[in-house]
């Protein structure tokens, strides 16, 4: 336990075809203050997520001030992270990063609804830094292992994940086949 009784939530590891197709977000409680969390297919309760993969691109998208977007893609897909004044220091590694290069993310998960009903997500950084190819090769076998746990639990009687397998209907046999091609992109390079 931190200083004054505070927690820090875990940061899941998700891969990006996962976290694009999730769209159930909850609070725990009624208190304005209360945790917002996002519900993955296979049972990840996000409040913080942790990605790693290739920044692919940059874009300084703000009109008054710097408001960065970058598209972080990963074995399976691609993130896309928003970053300006309220993210100083992931907004200040986002526009100094030339892409391609390799680097890490720990957020908080977003949703926006667009005009046509369709959700959107993205992720507010906290904290991104570059890294090198093994450190994002690890990533990819730890996310691996945890989806395949999510998966297996995804049977269970636990809250999370009646609730993933109810609102998503959880295809597990695409999401093991999501994990199987992400660890043989390992095996490609």
């Known amino acids: 336990m931190a200083e004054g009784g505070y927690f820090r939530e875990v940061a899941h590891r998700v891969f990006a ?9 909850a609070r725990d409680g009624e208190d304005q203050y209360a945790p917002q969390y996002l519900l993955t297919p296979t049972g990840a309760k996000c409040n913080r997520v942790f990605v790693m ?7 300084d998208v703000g009109t008054d001030a710097q408001f960065w977007r970058g598209r972080i893609v990963d074995p399976t897909g691609a993130f896309t992270v928003y970053a300006g004044q309220y993210q100083p220091e992931a907004a200040a590694v986002l526009a100094k990063t030339v892409p391609p290069e390799f680097i890490a993310v720990v957020g908080k998960p ?6 046509e009903g ?26 691996a292992k945890l ?12 809250p999370d994940a009646v609730k993933a397998r109810e609102f998503y209907s959880t295809n597990e046999a695409q999401y ?3 994990v199987v091609q992400a660890l043989e992109s390992l095996r490609a390079q």
């Open 53 to 59: 993969g290739t920044l692919t691109e940059k874009e």
């Open 118 to 143: 369709h959700i959107v997500t993205s992720i507010r950084p906290e904290y991104i830094q570059v890294v090198d190819a093994d450190t994002r090769d690890r990533w990819v076998v730890d996310a």
């Open 110 to 115: 977003s949703t926006y609804e667009t005009k």
């Open 17 to 25: 075809a996962e976290f694009n197709e999730s769209t159930l977000q």
């Open 176 to 178: 093991r086949d999501m």
């Open 147 to 158: 989806t395949f746990a999510r998966l297996d639990k995804l049977r269970g009687a636990e």
